[in-house]
């Protein structure tokens, strides 16, 4: 009887360990939760990029969009992805797509020199030095970019750098709110 018990905790950790590589089997490594999608961008405040400094001025992620669509990018100048995704962030400006940047865990001077030296892409810049906009909006890491539509719905989400030409004009046609019919008007 002693003996059998002394193999009970070897038995209940092989079948853990069974159990594990199971799960891990099934899992799909390349899932990226996107549990903000369909949901209000936070409102969380945060002081706005003037020149290298944080401040004086402040705004929250919502207001930061003005009514309209935007894509908000969450960035740091210490970020090699960013770094990458940069130039494709340049060409959607010159679109005239409205993306909002959310500096990162970074210190102000060190985004505007990353700014200075590849281009500023954003209509406006966002300073998250303690990363709470990241908790916000659910971040895994850096970049991240957020689609979000004219009423302040994350439409949709890119976990990475922007590469791929289809993932942005996902992220660019999913923004765009389908017309409305106006107050009195019948929809066809």
């Given at each position: 009887?002693?003996?059998?018990?002394?193999?009970?905790?070897?038995?209940?950790?092989?079948?853990?360990?069974?159990?594990?590589?199971?799960?891990?089997?099934?899992?799909?490594?390349?899932?990226?939760?996107?549990?903000?999608?369909?949901?209000?961008?936070?409102?969380?405040?945060?002081?706005?990029?003037?020149?290298?400094?944080?401040?004086?001025?402040?705004?929250?992620?919502?207001?930061?969009?003005?009514?309209?669509?935007?894509?908000?990018?969450?960035?740091?100048?210490?970020?090699?992805?960013?770094?990458?995704?940069?130039?494709?962030?340049?060409?959607?400006?010159?679109?005239?797509?409205?993306?909002?940047?959310?500096?990162?865990?970074?210190?102000?001077?060190a985004t505007?020199?990353?700014?200075?030296?590849?281009?500023?892409?954003?209509?406006?810049?966002?300073?998250?030095?303690e990363g709470?906009?990241?908790?916000?909006?659910?971040?895994?890491?850096?970049?991240?970019?957020?689609?979000?539509?004219?009423?302040?719905?994350?439409?949709?989400?890119?976990?990475?750098?922007?590469?791929?030409?289809?993932?942005?004009?996902?992220?660019v046609a999913?923004?765009?709110?389908?017309?409305?019919?106006?107050?009195?008007?019948?929809?066809?």
């Amino acid at each position: 009887m002693n003996r059998w018990l002394a193999l009970l905790p070897l038995v209940v950790l092989s079948a853990l360990a069974a159990l594990f590589i199971g799960w891990s089997l099934k899992r799909d490594p390349a899932f990226k939760p996107d549990a903000m999608v369909g949901q209000p961008i936070p409102e969380t405040v945060l002081p706005m990029l003037t020149g290298d400094s944080a401040g004086p001025g402040n705004l929250d992620l919502k207001t930061a969009g003005v009514g309209r669509p935007m894509l908000v990018n969450v960035f740091a100048s210490w970020c090699a992805p960013c770094r990458i995704e940069h130039p494709k962030l340049l060409a959607l400006k010159a679109r005239g797509i409205a993306v909002v940047g959310v500096a990162y865990k970074d210190e102000p001077v060190a985004t505007r020199a990353f700014l200075d030296e590849l281009g500023d892409p954003y209509s406006m810049v966002l300073v998250d030095r303690e990363g709470r906009a990241g908790l916000d909006l659910g971040i895994s890491g850096v970049p991240e970019t957020f689609a979000v539509d004219a009423m302040g719905r994350i439409t949709a989400k890119q976990s990475g750098p922007l590469l791929n030409d289809a993932d942005i004009e996902r992220l660019v046609a999913s923004m765009q709110a389908p017309p409305r019919p106006a107050p009195g008007e019948k929809s066809h």
